[in-house]
């Protein structure tokens, strides 16, 4: 990937007008308040924005993989817990996507292609999250439908996704003898925990998904019985793109915030960016930006080609951009002195934003495993 095609810099340029004129100025207050930017919904959802990777067949705009990351990136610029529009509905429809049937797609996805809805991704658990597969959520068979019970932790736009994918033990008596189910937040059953009080992506939520004897049709099942754990590690495969994307864009958007600030701020008798000590460090962090896009961009191309390195590509790009971006938030932070220190200036936001790109969709760490694991096995190709 060397050069962006017409169209997907078209899209670009569209996704960064809008993000500029209607997102980027609620960014703070978002943060501040820590309220869900339905603003940046409203506009995302009238650009057919919110949810572009649905395909045209579902009345979607049919965003290929690379155009998804180019608005997610562009989102993130401004404000990342907006970005997570985009990303999640990604995330939480994407096990339909590879893995449902065609009723269930033609069912559930017009509604989030055409912004009445949001669609979640209930993975985790208290006691499960990077060894997911140790999930206790169970589903048991009763006539024509499963019953779902247990609890699901951190689940980002939980409460305010109308639908969600959730995973749950259909066989205890094997390792990930896991299903996985629409299930709706009008479901007899379904509740929410208080949102988290976290350290960024503050507008985002995140809150615990209570499964109360929900009984959900068999219909509802998406792909085969037990085959739910594949489904939701090939979704990740695929999604962890999307975070590199969201990582890319937090890091320009704090990149972008020092260089207006470097030119500015006036010390010894001039501009700050005259120091070399200062144009080092606004190198770097270009360089950096730029090597995590590229690989970002990479993996863009394979996760639309679903290559079987997507594996590795998604992995390296997600853990390689998120590192990226704490680097670099917290350099602008250095960049501002004082004042990036302060809630006056969107940097140290920024920082705060980029921590959760190291942790979401696996940890660093087990990004490192999944990428160890593909190398000894030999599928990773070259560009
Ligand atoms: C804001 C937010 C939003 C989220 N959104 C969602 C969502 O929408 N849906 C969803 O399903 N989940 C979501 N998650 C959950 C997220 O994916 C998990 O937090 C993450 O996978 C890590 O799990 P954990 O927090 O239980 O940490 P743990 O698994 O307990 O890990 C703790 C530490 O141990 C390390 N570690 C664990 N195992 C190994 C190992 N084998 N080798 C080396 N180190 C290891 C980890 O890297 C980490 O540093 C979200 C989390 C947050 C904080």
């Not at 993989?65 to 817990?81: G, M, P, S």
């Not at 932790?153 to 189910?181: C, E, H, K, L, M």
């Not at 995140?206 to 489904?231: F, K, Q």
């Not at 270009?286 to 690989?295: D, F, H, Y």
Request: hydrophobic share 45%.
């Amino acid at each position: 990937m060397y050069a962006l095609s017409e169209e997907h810099r078209a899209v670009r340029e569209a996704v960064r007008a809008l993000c500029d004129a209607k997102v980027a100025p609620h960014a703070g207050e978002v943060d501040e308040t820590g309220s869900f930017p339905q603003a940046s919904y409203d506009a995302l959802a009238a650009a057919d924005f919110a949810a572009p990777h649905i395909p045209e067949a579902y009345g979607g705009a049919g965003a290929d993989a690379l155009a998804t990351c180019l608005v997610i990136e562009e989102v993130a610029r401004a404000c990342a817990a907006s970005s997570l529009i985009p990303g999640v509905n990604k995330l939480g429809t994407l096990p339909l996507l590879l893995s449902g049937s065609e009723e269930l797609k033609a069912r559930y996805l017009p509604p989030v292609a055409a912004g009445r809805a949001m669609f979640s991704y209930c993975l985790s658990e208290p006691e499960a999250g990077s060894d997911a597969a140790a999930m206790r959520t169970r589903a048991v068979r009763d006539g024509d439908a499963y019953v779902l019970d247990g609890v699901k932790r951190w689940i980002t736009n939980a409460g305010v996704s109308q639908y969600y994918t959730v995973f749950a033990v259909t066989d205890p008596d094997r390792r990930a003898g896991i299903s996985a189910f629409v299930v709706d937040r009008d479901d007899d059953g379904v509740s929410f925990g208080a949102p988290e009080r976290k350290l960024g992506i503050k507008g985002s939520p995140t809150r615990e998904v209570y499964l109360d004897r929900v009984r959900v049709p068999a219909d509802r099942m998406i792909g085969a019985e037990h085959t739910g754990y594949a489904t939701a590690l090939r979704t990740l495969d695929h999604t962890r793109v999307t975070i590199a994307a969201q990582a890319v864009g937090i890091a320009q958007g704090a990149l972008d915030f020092a260089l207006a600030y470097a030119r500015e701020r006036r010390q010894f008798g001039r501009p700050i960016a005259d120091f070399q000590g200062l144009q080092f460090m606004l190198a770097d962090m270009g360089m950096k930006v730029e090597a995590a896009r590229q690989l970002t961009y990479a993996a863009a191309g394979r996760s639309e080609r679903d290559d079987p390195d997507l594996a590795f590509f998604g992995a390296a790009a997600k853990c390689f951009a998120s590192d990226t971006a704490m680097q670099v938030t917290t350099d602008a932070v250095q960049v501002l002195g004082g004042y990036g220190y302060t809630h006056d200036y969107p940097v140290e936001r920024m920082m705060r934003d980029a921590k959760i790109t190291q942790i979401y969709e696996g940890t660093n760490q087990v990004q490192r495993i999944v990428m160890a694991r593909q190398l000894l096995a030999g599928v990773q190709s070259r560009v």
